[in-house]
């Protein structure tokens, strides 16, 4: 799902891809078997990853969200072993999928907790699921229906 939105009313859209993946938890699940099911409920991982590098590069992501200090993509790819050019295909994928931001060439995730960022997608997909309501309403009436 492609999501648009209006950044603060006035200023220019902005494009989101949000994808959700309904999946079941694990029974048995250690943090890192969670963290996984939570990024690939939200379609950030997927079976090309054999490396697990968007992963990883969510985990070092989700560290610097908490310890409130962003981190630039030269940082990402030390701490992660991977290629800058690695890092910055998964960044621009993260970012299209609204889960990071960037500040002054760091990045850090949208919110400061998991549940805040479900919350922040959740409102994306809310708004534009509102604005087509809207839409299919004036197209409607242009149509008679």
């Not at 079941?24 to 990024?39: M, S, T, V, Y």
């Not at 998991?114 to 708004?127: A, N, R, S």
């Amino acid at each position: 799902m492609i999501i648009k939105h209006e950044e603060i009313h006035s200023g220019p859209l902005i494009e989101h891809k949000i994808t959700i993946i309904s999946m079941h938890k694990p029974r048995i699940a250690d943090i890192n078997q969670e963290l996984q099911w939570f990024g690939t409920s939200l379609g950030l991982f997927n079976l090309r990853d054999k490396d697990k590098s968007c992963f990883r590069l969510f985990i070092e992501l989700l560290k610097a969200t908490k310890m409130q200090n962003p981190v630039s993509s030269d940082e990402l790819a030390v701490r992660t072993g991977l290629t800058r050019g690695t890092v910055v295909h998964h960044l621009n994928k993260l970012i299209d999928a609204g889960i990071i931001i960037t500040t002054r060439n760091k990045y850090v995730l949208r919110a400061d907790t998991l549940k805040g960022l479900v919350e922040e997608l959740k409102k994306d997909m809310d708004d534009s699921f509102e604005n087509l309501v809207e839409i299919g309403d004036i197209i409607d009436n242009k149509l008679g229906l």
